[in-house]
């Protein structure tokens, strides 16, 4: 049993990839937001294009292994996803099957980011495909429909979350009844838990440790919620209520404490402490306001950017007081971190580095890289950074 939590720690702490500067997850290596890369440097003038590419409708963002990146995106029915070369943006290999377009009170399209594990690439589609492709040809290994094998119920915006893998296990927020959450074998997709009976929220799943247990965090419709990993037994569940059921942004565990963030009217932050038992609020942040976008906890701070005012935050880890605020990144910006800044890229299409410090926001690059609506977050792996609009505009920027 020792030797199997070290195991999933490790897998926590480095991730389903072995280079640490790739980004095989919604989230990062870490599921956190930030990236290990070292030694980069903003640019000075305008941001250099390395290359543009239209990809199809959809707010999917980018996981990244070595010279490929991945994405999605929705054209004429179809949902597509892509391998392409991070140098020049060719198609290395392109899947696609039915996917009838929604634009469901956005652009619409495709919104999940596939996940890297090993040599697989594993996509859902935001009416419940959830596929198993080979990563090196876009070959189908297996694949799931959510609704009709597990009982999933699509939630107002249907599904957003992308599939967690870690462990050998694809862990799904479903919806059904039952099977609210699902593990999955990662190899031959055969179900090895499901457990729950809450509504689907929009979040991906993340891996934690509860003392000496190996378990998986899902933020659904109404509610935080907690299971073993292995078993699939609840944990525990903390109410969280935000306007609609829109619980989009993804939890950030730090330590023994989980940070959550939700939007809207009612929208807050919260620490919980995950010590021993059920969590128990540690502070709460009215003015953080996320609704699609996610926070990043770098050195004993919270960034994020708050619908309200459209402000870029800094907020102490400790006690949840705010330190600063910039209105930088428009309503629903959205950001990284890696090597000590911030990468912010606007609802509007700039792209923004600043330092990530308490001391006050500042600034060391800006340009604008796209024009029209941007949901998706950036993404910097291997000495570029990768941008993309809704209705699917992929820039591709050298640093």
């Known amino acids: 049993m020792k030797n199997a939590l070290t195991f999933f720690a490790l897998l926590i702490m480095i991730g389903p990839a072995t280079m640490a500067d790739d980004w095989p997850f919604f989230r990062g290596p870490k599921y956190n937001g930030i990236s ?11 941001p250099a294009v390395a290359w543009i590419k239209d990809l199809g409708i959809g707010a999917s963002s980018f996981t990244v292994v070595g010279d490929k990146v991945f994405t999605t995106g929705n054209k004429d029915g179809k949902d597509y996803v892509y391998c392409l070369d991070a140098k020049t943006g060719k198609e290395k290999w392109t899947h696609s099957f039915t996917s009838e377009f929604e634009a469901r009170m956005f652009e619409g399209g495709t919104a999940a980011t596939p996940t890297l ?4 690439v594993y996509n859902l589609s935001y009416d419940g495909k959830l596929q198993c492709l080979a990563m090196n040809t876009g070959k189908v290994v297996w694949e799931k429909n959510l609704l009709q094998d597990f009982g999933g119920k699509l939630s107002r915006w249907k599904y957003s979350g992308s599939p967690l893998v870690v462990g050998g296990q694809v862990i799904v927020d479903v919806g059904g009844s039952g099977n609210s959450t699902v593990a999955l074998d990662a190899n031959t997709g055969a179900k090895i838990w499901g457990s729950g009976n809450q509504s689907a929220g929009y979040a991906s799943p993340i891996p934690f440790l509860q003392g000496k247990t190996a378990a998986v965090m899902v933020f659904k419709g109404t509610r935080m919620v907690a299971h073993d990993f292995k078993s699939g037994k609840q944990l525990w569940e ?5 306007s609609y059921d829109v619980n ?19 929208g807050r932050a919260a620490v919980f402490n995950i010590t021993s038992g059920a969590p128990k609020k540690v502070w709460q942040n009215d003015d953080i306001k996320t609704k699609m976008s996610s926070c990043v906890v770098y050195k004993g701070h919270v960034y994020g950017v708050s619908e309200k005012k459209g402000m870029l935050m800094c907020i102490d880890q400790a006690n949840g007081k705010t330190l600063w605020s910039e209105r930088k990144g428009g309503q629903f910006g959205t950001l990284m971190i890696a090597d000590g800044k911030l990468i912010v890229l606007t609802d509007t299409g700039e792209l923004v580095i600043a330092e990530a410090q ?7 690059a800006a340009g604008k890289v796209l024009d029209g609506r941007c949901w998706v977050a950036p993404v910097l792996a291997n000495g570029r950074i990768y941008a993309k609009t809704n209705k699917g505009q992929m820039v591709c920027i050298r640093l």
């Open 238 to 242: 903390i109410p969280w209520k935000t």
């Open 248 to 266: 989009a942004s993804s939890p950030v565990i730090i330590g023994n404490q989980f940070l959550i963030s939700s939007g809207y009217k009612d």
């Open 117 to 120: 594990y090993k040599d697989k």
């Open 36 to 46: 290990a890369e070292k030694g980069w440097s903003p640019w000075s003038g305008k």
């Open 358 to 364: 308490s001391s006050g926001y500042k600034e060391l």
